[in-house]
């Protein structure tokens, strides 16, 4: 009996019906730029007890390019990741105050944030760009958090869908099926990032959904089934078990609450 309830647990979260391995729930802390070396330090050790032993859950922190070195020597062996909150698509050159992957794997990291909506707005990154780097990221072995996601004017005026769906299509243009299964999708709703204000689970999932869907058309039902897509916007322990729990939503990219070890912990053991 338990045996089954698990199997049908299992077909239920995979909802594929075939035999597909099922998604892995991540949760990964943006941290933007914050934090000293001494400061992160303290945060990632008191983090990596208060997650020890969590499997079914990936934990990645998006540290500043600064504190990566000192954090790789904290997590290494532990079940914490590392991710940059940008890179360069070039190997190296004259490329002033910019970042490569070889740089960033050098120190431990595997994931990479692009396309993030701060980076768009301020940074001026266009779809195009960050296409760019989500290539570059899976051509030299970093796995990209592809961020996407409307702002509030975009809801407001029923765009939503087409400008997800704007980043969704040309962030993955020419991303093949296979180098799928290394990048994750985030959507974050420009209006609830920093702001306080969440998505409802039923909001969220409606675009997590559809986001799904176009996985489907993009690639096929198997890959889609196996992407994670995190949501992220004002995540927080007290609604994020709301939010993962729903079919589509695995995960969270979170910002300021991951700047807390013991709440950004909280949250991560809401995804178990
Ligand atoms: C983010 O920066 O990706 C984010 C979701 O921030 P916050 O959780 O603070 O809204």
């Known amino acids: 009996m338990k045996y089954h309830k698990k199997i049908n647990m299992l077909i239920k979260a995979n909802k594929s019906g075939g035999d597909i391995p099922m998604r892995k729930r991540i949760v990964a802390g943006n941290w933007k730029m ?3 070396n001494c400061e992160a330090v303290e945060i990632i050790k008191e983090l990596k007890d208060l997650v020890n032993g969590i499997d ?4 990645v922190i998006g540290a500043p390019f600064t504190v990566l ?3 790789n020597k904290v997590v290494n062996g532990t079940n914490i990741k590392l991710a940059a909150q940008n890179m360069y698509p070039a190997a190296n050159g004259a490329y002033t105050g910019e970042i490569s992957p070889e740089m960033l794997k050098a120190v431990g990291v595997e994931y990479v944030i692009l396309g993030h909506s701060e980076r768009r707005e301020y940074f001026g990154e266009t779809n ?9 990221a899976l051509d030299n072995g970093l796995k990209p958090i592809l961020c996407v996601g409307e702002k509030l004017e975009d809801r407001e005026s029923n765009n939503t869908e087409a400008v997800v769906e704007d980043h969704v299509v040309n962030g993955l243009k020419n991303i093949t099926k296979e180098e799928m299964k290394n990048v994750v999708i985030a959507y974050e709703p420009v209006w609830a990032i920093g702001t306080g204000k969440t998505a409802s689970p039923e909001q969220a999932e409606e675009v997590h959904k559809f986001i799904r869907n176009l996985l489907v058309k993009l690639y096929d039902e198997e890959t889609s089934q196996g992407v994670t897509i995190q949501y992220g916007g004002s995540m927080k322990s007290s609604n994020s078990k709301e939010l993962i729990g729903k079919e589509n939503i695995d995960g969270g990219l979170v910002g300021g609450a991951s700047l807390d070890a013991k709440e950004f912990a909280a949250i991560i053991k809401s995804a178990v």
């Open 128 to 136: 195009e760009f960050v296409n760019k780097k989500v290539k570059f």
């Open 34 to 36: 914050n934090k000293t």
């Open 56 to 59: 079914n859950v990936g934990v």
């Open 69 to 71: 070195s000192d954090l």
